[in-house]
């Protein structure tokens, strides 16, 4: 007969879970890029980023009033956006709250996210390029009333989403996928770039993290809100985005750039653009961390 798990073990087996996870979802599994690798496609990967997942803010909406119902914001709040990209998250809580640090690795997204914010004349968004992987905390500003990560490719493990939950005097807010994402031209480019698709095995939904939360003794809210996005860009941008993407798994050549590029050709939209589709749902997931079992 098996044993009954306790209570306490319950995080270790979701922070288990989600290490397998990551494991069998070969979008991580196989890439071959070193972190300071990473960063660098991610810099040159920030402007196209922008026109697509950055543009939806539909699921940064319904974040912030879930947020405010809590009682998250008073106009003393300080807020961190843990890998915030082009700035989603830490533009719009820059509307509600005294200071917003907007932490990423990559200085192509900040330096979007700080143009954007001069643009809409915010002087208290501050930018801090850091890895949060290997940030030292004592290099932080103290602790934050608000805590964010969403869509974040550097909280996808037990320690990583520990640290979020330490540095945070009051409530965090992670936001990840939930089930399937439909995305127009993933599963064609990856059969060119592997001959098949890529299996996905849910490594960054929503319901590890939760699980881990909840197993630490918190009580975490878990609400969901669609993620959209179409973006469309020249034939040579979306070579250059599409190359740098399936580049992070394997070298591309001059032969699959070739095929790459054919494919790129061949679904021109009637102004000879190429546009890219995604449809997806996010889990919004929020705990306050003063209020632990």
Avoid at 139 to 162: A, C, H, M, Q, W
Wanted: net charge negative; charged share 25%; aromatic share 10%.
């Amino acid at each position: 007969m098996s044993k009954i798990m306790k209570f306490e073990q319950y995080a270790d087996f979701a922070a288990a879970e989600w290490k397998r996870a990551m494991s069998e979802s070969e979008h991580f599994s196989l890439e071959k890029c070193t972190d300071a690798e990473m960063t660098a496609v991610w810099d040159k990967m920030a402007p196209s980023y922008d026109l697509g997942v950055g543009s939806d803010f539909r699921r940064v909406g319904h974040a912030i009033e879930r947020l405010a119902k809590l009682g998250a914001f008073d106009p003393d709040t300080i807020a961190l956006d843990i890998g915030s990209g082009t700035g989603a998250y830490a533009l719009k809580l820059a509307d509600k709250c005294r200071t917003v640090y907007a932490l990423d690795s990559s200085a192509g997204m900040l330096e979007i996210l700080a143009e954007k914010a001069r643009r809409l004349g915010l002087n208290n968004v501050m930018t801090i390029q850091a890895d949060w992987k290997t940030v030292n905390l004592d290099e932080l500003p103290g602790r934050f009333d608000i805590v964010v990560s969403s869509l974040n490719t550097g909280i996808k493990d037990y320690e990583t989403l520990v640290k979020m939950n330490s540095v945070s005097r009051g409530f965090c807010c992670y936001v990840a996928p939930q089930g399937r994402t439909y995305h127009s031209s993933r599963p064609d480019l990856q059969k060119i770039v592997f001959g098949r698709e890529l299996r996905a095995a849910g490594g960054n939904d929503i319901i590890h993290p939760f699980n881990i939360i909840y197993g630490m003794g918190y009580r975490p809210e878990l609400t969901y809100a669609p993620c959209q996005w179409s973006k469309e860009e020249t034939p040579e941008e979306a070579l250059e985005a599409v190359c740098r993407e399936y580049g992070r798994y394997k070298t591309i050549d001059e032969a699959l750039r070739e095929r790459l590029r054919d494919y790129i050709m061949a679904n021109l939209n009637e102004r000879g653009l190429f546009t890219q589709f995604q449809k997806s749902t996010v889990g919004i997931m929020i705990w306050d961390t003063r209020l632990v079992q």
